[in-house]
Structure formats: C-alpha cells, structure tokens
C-alpha cells in the first residue's frame, strides 16, 4: 500500500458518503466524523464500529491508569467536551450521521449510561447551535456543579474563560486533561499556575481519524497506542519504521492504519522518540509536519518555528509573513504580555533563533528577507478564534504559531 494523504482518498470517501458499500472497509460505517481542519479545511472521516472499539481499547486503559492514581475522579462528575461544540446536526447524502449522537458513543453501549450519570454538563448543552447561549449554560452548570473531580477538554484555551465565571479553582477538581505539549505547552502552563492543586495532564496524540498515543501515570511522555491501529513512523529520508525500531532523540512523521479504512495514512504529525515502556515508543507530539511557510528558500516548519520561540516563553505567539517592500515576517505578540520596548528585544532574539534554519540565516545575511518585526496586539487569541471558527469547531480550535497568511495586521487590533 502506498503512503496517503487526504487527498488521495477524496473520490472514495464521497463514494461512501453517497452510501456505496465495500469501499475502503468491508464493515458498514456508523457515520462520519470531523475534523478541526487546522491547515486543509474540514474533513470528513469513516467511523466503523471496531474503529470506534479501537477509541475504547485506549480511552479505558488510560481512564483505568487515571482512576487508579486519583481515586477522587470515580466519586464525582466530570465534565467532557470531545465532539464539537454548536455543530448543526447534519447527515450526508445518504443518510448517514455527521458527528456521533453523544461523547458517551465513544465508551460503548456498557458505559454510556454511567457516564451520562456523573455528567456535570447534560449533552443537550452541548448540542446548542448558539455559541453565546452555549457558553452560558455551560457556566451556569460548572458553577452549580459541587463535586466537580475531572475536566477533559481539546485545547487549554478553551477554559480560560470559564475559569472565573465557573469558580473552578473552588471546586474538588483533581484532574484536568488536555493539550501540553507544541502550541498549547503556554496555555497549558497558564493553566497550572492558575489551579496549582489540580493534576494536568497532556492528552497525548488523539485525534479524529484514531488514538495515536495515550497518556499513563508515571511515564515521562506519553506511550504508543500499540492495541488501536498501526503505527509507522517515517524520518527525512522517506525511510518508514515500526515503533518497536525508533531511535529515541529522533524525529518523524505519523503513519496510521485504522479500523476505520485508513491505511499507511499520514496523519500530518510529527513525533519525537524520548524513550521506551517496554517496546512501546514514548512520543512528544512536535507539531504539523504538513505546515510550513517559505518566502525564499527558508521553508520554516511549524514544529522548528515553534522549538526557536519556546526560550522566550511567551504566551500568545503567531509567526506570519508581513506585505512591505521586500519579503519578511512579523512576530505577533500580546500587548498585555509584552511591552513596547520589550517587543524590540524578543523580536531580535527570535530572529537569532530563526537562524538556526540555516536557510532563513542566509536569506537574513543576503538581505532577501527583512528584519524581524513585532506587532503588538490587543487580545490576539478572541481574533485568532473568533477568525479561525470560518473553518472549525471552537473545542478544536489550537493555539497559533505559524501562518502563511500575510494579512493578519489588518485583522488583529494593533497597539
């Protein structure tokens, strides 16, 4: 089988979303998932009911581990955001399911019912199509909620404005579950200051199309989902490996085989190796292998882009090209974060490290691309989401780091 993208399997999910049988998978599909679309626009994804077995065969280990550590969790409710939040219930032409019916269809007939029980939040919250209305209902339920234990969400972004409103840091809550590592590592970070108390803990790399790896307590990163798909894992070269023959240090991009229809599908992920759980691969989730800008030969990745800013701990940070009488690129930052005169030296030191690309070095030194600028913004991340929700779900919405998009000064308020 040869290594795919999305786009080369467009004609066979249509033929399926028109309902022809025995494409792709033999099994019948329980519908269509889909994705954020953080750099191609939204897609569409087969789900099978062993592919949903699959979700199970990761998400109860992990939940077990969990449970297991902090016993508080099976005492109290929880609150789930894994499907989209406002999503309009849609079917495709033949009459197949856009989004499950519930969070609680990922852990099966058995558990659903008991998981509905300890909801803080009921489902039909979460099937409002009014984000404002929404929002409000979700606040008032966290708020009335005493024995909140576990929150589990995509994007740590996604709490920050719940975190007053709902008075979370009075609750019981003892885990909070979601995004750490690449772009979301900063407001990760923000949420820990804010609930010092409280486990956070890294999803892991779970996506639409399947589980790639989950998180387990005391282990250092998270470990390869080894019983729900299979894995490869592709270097520079184009050479592909299996997981039990990674070098730990080195990086690659995510092949996945799923119960789904997926076969040797490149997820557009890039991992690194930082050791073993017996043969399994421990895995930092680096960033998209598939995005990446170039204005003259410098072809800055979204993983590289986002390991030469991380010295200069920022919060909001977006790297994206600015229109002006030659090539260049502009560092936006938060204004109540940064300060004028201190944008000067971060621009200057993130222009130092962006020559670690030796490519971007010499275009620097050749005058092909101009000096780092800094852009002041008033509250960057409400634009960024509020531009990016043309294109995705609010839950799946990530943090920026990297645009190929030059006319971001028109759409931030600048100070």
């Known amino acids: 089988m040869p290594v795919v993208r999305y786009d080369d399997l467009l004609e066979s999910i249509g033929r399926m979303e028109r309902g022809e049988s025995n494409v792709l998978v033999a099994e019948s599909l329980v519908g269509f998932e889909e994705t954020g679309g953080s750099t191609g626009g939204p897609k569409l994804i087969p789900y099978t009911a062993a592919l949903l077995e699959a979700f199970r065969r990761a998400l109860l280990p992990w939940l077990d581990d969990l449970a297991r550590a902090y016993p508080s969790i099976s005492r109290g409710h929880a ?18 399911s856009i989004g499950l019916s519930s969070d609680a269809a990922y852990f099966g007939e058995t558990l659903a019912p008991l998981v509905l029980e300890t909801l803080a939040v009921p489902p039909e919250v979460a099937a409002l199509e009014d984000l404002a209305r929404w929002r409000e209902e979700t606040c008032r339920c966290l708020d009335a909620c005493e024995d909140l234990v576990l929150i589990s969400v995509w994007s740590p972004t996604f709490l920050f404005e719940f975190l007053d409103k709902a008075q979370l ?8 579950s979601c995004w750490d590592q690449a ?3 900063p407001y990760a970070d923000v949420l820990r200051r804010r609930l010092p108390d409280v486990r956070l803990q890294g999803k892991g ?5 399947g589980v790639v790896t989950i998180p387990l307590e005391g282990l250092p990163m998270p470990v390869l989902a080894i019983d729900s798909g299979y894995f490869e894992f592709r270097d520079e070269a184009g050479r592909c490996f299996e997981g039990t023959d990674v070098v730990v240090g080195s990086e690659y991009e995510t092949l996945m085989t ?38 003259c030969g410098e072809k800055l990745t979204e993983a590289f882009v986002l390991s030469a800013l991380a010295p200069l701990k920022l919060g909001f940070s977006l ?20 300060s004028r005169e201190n944008s000067l030296r971060i621009a200057h030191a993130a222009d130092r490290s962006l020559e ?21 913004c008033v509250r960057p991340l409400e634009t960024w ?4 929700l043309a294109c995705q779900r609010l839950g799946n919405i990530k943090p920026p780091v990297l645009s190929g998009d030059s006319g971001w000064v028109a759409r931030f308020a600048l100070s």
Do not use: H, M
């Open 319 to 338: 790297l994206a090209p600015v229109s002006g009488p030659g090539p260049g690129y502009a560092l936006y930052v938060d204004a109540a974060e940064v």
């Open 169 to 176: 840091d009075a609750k019981p809550l003892a885990v909070l």
């Open 183 to 185: 772009s979301s590592r």
């Open 258 to 295: 799923t119960e789904g229809g997926l076969y040797r599908y490149a997820i557009g992920d890039r991992v690194r190796v930082c050791g073993f759980s017996g043969e399994a691969p421990l895995l930092e989730f680096l960033g998209r292998s598939e995005s990446s800008v170039d204005l």
């Open 385 to 388: 989401t509020r531009e990016r």
């Open 205 to 209: 790399l779970l996506a639409t199309e």
């Open 79 to 96: 609150y789930w955001s894994i499907s989209p939040v406002g999503r309009v219930p849609r079917k495709t032409a033949a009459g197949l």
């Open 356 to 376: 670690q690309n030796p490519q971007y070095a010499q275009a620097r030194r050749l005058g092909q691309l101009a000096p780092l600028t800094p852009v002041r």
